[in-house]
């Protein structure tokens, strides 16, 4: 067996891996750098407003502040717990680069962290409408009426225990407010009087003991 031939290729392996390994932590390092030299260049700022919602353009959201309008862009959960009009927000954002926008009302800026939100006091508007569907749970636990148009309208919390059953047919004359104003983004949101028979609050009666 040749000793020498073998020592030799153990030693070029050796020599390969670590090669390898040099060049992954040299590229590692240019793009840790080349994130923080783009970050400088884009810096973080806070913005509070209003979000606000507008008709144009099939709908578009945006925040109304004291040095002007941002629209937003970021992650789902994010936009969804900004969505949600009339709500006060102090947001830390930073620049959108190469994102246009399609209603052109605001600035784009990306959500870097939600830091408050706070409902800010407004009356929806309230619409009159027969609604006649199917009902249904999603997984997250929304109780809604998909009628045969397929439209969702979400049945605002507390639901009366009558409206709690899968497949129940709803069909009656509803109040009923934009589906931003609920927590399931639907295409409405039915609210229930606190009248209705089963949402009344039962007294409890005298022990006789």
């Not at 070029?12 to 030299?37: E, P, Q, R, Y």
């Not at 009356?123 to 749970?137: C, D, E, F, L």
Request: hydrophobic residues 35%.
């Amino acid at each position: 067996m040749n000793y020498l031939s073998s020592d030799f290729a153990l030693h070029a392996d050796k020599s390969t891996v670590i090669s390898g390994m040099k060049n992954l932590l040299i590229v590692l390092l240019l793009a840790s750098a080349a994130t923080a030299f783009a970050q400088k260049g884009n810096p973080e700022f806070t913005i509070m407003g209003i979000m606000q919602h507008s008709n144009l353009e099939g709908g578009c959201w945006y925040v109304d502040t004291r040095n002007g309008k941002y629209e937003l862009t970021g992650s789902p959960a994010d936009l969804a717990t900004c969505k949600v009009e009339g709500r006060q927000l102090t947001l830390k954002v930073r620049q959108a680069k190469m994102m246009a926008s399609t209603c052109m009302v605001g600035k784009m800026v990306q959500i870097v962290e939600v830091l408050d939100t706070a409902f800010h006091p407004h009356n929806p508007p309230v619409n009159k409408m027969k609604i006649t569907g199917i009902i249904h749970r999603t997984k997250s636990g929304c109780w809604y009426v998909l009628t045969s148009k397929k439209k969702k309208y979400e049945i605002q919390a507390p639901v009366p225990g009558k409206y709690m059953k899968v497949g129940k047919r709803y069909n009656r004359l509803s109040l009923v407010i934009p589906g931003n104003e609920g927590m399931c983004n639907m295409n409405g949101v039915i609210t229930i009087s606190q009248l209705e028979s089963d949402m009344k609050i039962i007294p409890k009666q005298n022990d006789p003991r």
